[in-house]
């Protein structure tokens, strides 16, 4: 139980410090720190990152800006792809699973330290080249089908993601915002903590019903999690983000190489 509880507090703090993409660490950590296999470990981690993101989701809506109804298709169609990925999870062999991840994992970390220290220009596009672009009144999105569909494939892939693999999906939902709509920085993250707030309680919900979701480590897990994530916000603000980047990217590069050489070493 306390090793699970500092392995939860580990990751909130990184959830803290680097945003919702540092959920993706949630499962290597369970791996290493309390011998769960891949499968096993993705419900734990969606129970945990899924509490921290809803913290952050709460915030957001608070500030309103959440684009709430983006969140909410995002959500319903990765809900609907969550189980189809927790259904594969179990059907893959946990070696082709843990190379699977260490792979989404090395993508993640080279993404992250290309982009670390670069500033956030928000789009200088024209509008009409963004399948959502907002009314510049309203600030709501102007509804086409072209902008449903570009957030429907965005959900489709988080979902499965989330359920076969135990992540989050703020790595694939923060780009794909970026690159879909003309939201700024801040509403992306918002509006991508949402989502995952809904998505994890989907997968989590999947995981309990078939039984798979061992809660005598998720539980402390989860509340060390939240405790991580609470204690980092007061020490953001101190530290430069950009160096908080290369960090994780550089430290979830090693997590990769890891649970490679764990795989080859330990068969």
Same mark, same amino acid.
């Given at each position: 139980?306390?090793?699970?509880?500092?392995?939860?507090?580990a990751i909130g &703090? &990184?959830?803290a410090?680097t945003?919702?993409?540092?959920? &993706?660490?949630a499962?290597?950590?369970?791996v290493?720190?309390? $011998? =769960?296999?891949? @499968?096993?470990?993705?419900?734990?981690?969606?129970?945990?990152v899924?509490?921290?993101?809803a913290?952050?989701?709460?915030?957001?809506?608070?500030?309103?800006?959440?684009?709430?109804?983006? +969140?909410? !298709?995002?959500?319903?169609?990765?809900?609907? *792809?969550?189980?189809?990925?927790?259904?594969?999870?179990y059907?893959?062999?946990?070696?082709?699973? /843990?190379i !699977?991840?260490? #792979?989404?994992?090395?993508?993640?970390?080279f993404?992250?330290f290309? =982009? @670390?220290?670069?500033? $956030?220009?928000?789009h200088?596009h024209?509008?009409? =080249?963004?399948?959502?672009v907002?009314d510049?009144?309203?600030?709501?999105? %102007?509804? /086409?089908?072209?902008?449903?569909? @570009?957030?429907?494939?965005?959900g489709?892939?988080?979902?499965?993601?989330?359920?076969?693999l135990?992540?989050?999906?703020g %790595?694939?939902?923060?780009? +794909? !915002?970026?690159?879909?709509t003309?939201?700024?920085?801040?509403?992306?993250?918002? /509006?991508?903590?949402?989502?995952?707030?809904?998505?994890? *309680?989907?997968?989590?919900?999947?995981?309990?019903?078939?039984?798979?979701?061992n809660?005598?480590?998720? =539980?402390?897990f @989860?509340?060390?999690?939240l405790?991580?994530?609470?204690g980092?916000?007061?020490? %953001?603000?101190?530290?430069a983000? $950009? $160096?908080?980047?290369?960090?994780?990217? #550089?430290?979830? *590069?090693?997590?990769?190489?890891?649970?490679?050489?764990?795989?080859?070493? !330990?068969?």
């Amino acid at each position: 139980m306390l090793t699970s509880l500092c392995l939860g507090f580990a990751i909130g &703090i &990184i959830l803290a410090l680097t945003g919702a993409g540092g959920g &993706i660490l949630a499962v290597p950590l369970l791996v290493f720190g309390a $011998h =769960q296999s891949v @499968a096993q470990a993705g419900p734990i981690s969606l129970l945990a990152v899924g509490m921290a993101a809803a913290l952050g989701a709460i915030l957001g809506l608070r500030a309103g800006i959440v684009r709430y109804r983006a +969140a909410l !298709l995002i959500s319903a169609v990765g809900m609907l *792809a969550s189980p189809v990925g927790l259904w594969l999870a179990y059907r893959v062999d946990n070696r082709w699973m /843990t190379i !699977l991840f260490s #792979i989404t994992l090395l993508f993640v970390a080279f993404r992250t330290f290309r =982009q @670390a220290g670069k500033l $956030h220009v928000d789009h200088v596009h024209m509008d009409e =080249q963004l399948p959502c672009v907002r009314d510049g009144q309203s600030g709501r999105f %102007f509804w /086409t089908k072209r902008c449903a569909r @570009a957030l429907c494939m965005t959900g489709g892939v988080a979902g499965i993601l989330s359920g076969m693999l135990g992540v989050g999906g703020g %790595f694939v939902l923060v780009p +794909a !915002l970026g690159r879909f709509t003309d939201l700024e920085t801040k509403s992306i993250v918002a /509006t991508s903590l949402a989502v995952i707030t809904l998505v994890s *309680a989907s997968g989590v919900v999947s995981s309990v019903v078939a039984g798979n979701l061992n809660w005598s480590v998720a =539980q402390p897990f @989860a509340i060390g999690a939240l405790s991580g994530m609470l204690g980092g916000r007061l020490v %953001f603000a101190r530290m430069a983000v $950009h $160096h908080l980047q290369k960090g994780f990217a #550089i430290l979830s *590069a090693l997590v990769a190489v890891g649970m490679v050489a764990k795989l080859v070493l !330990l068969p």
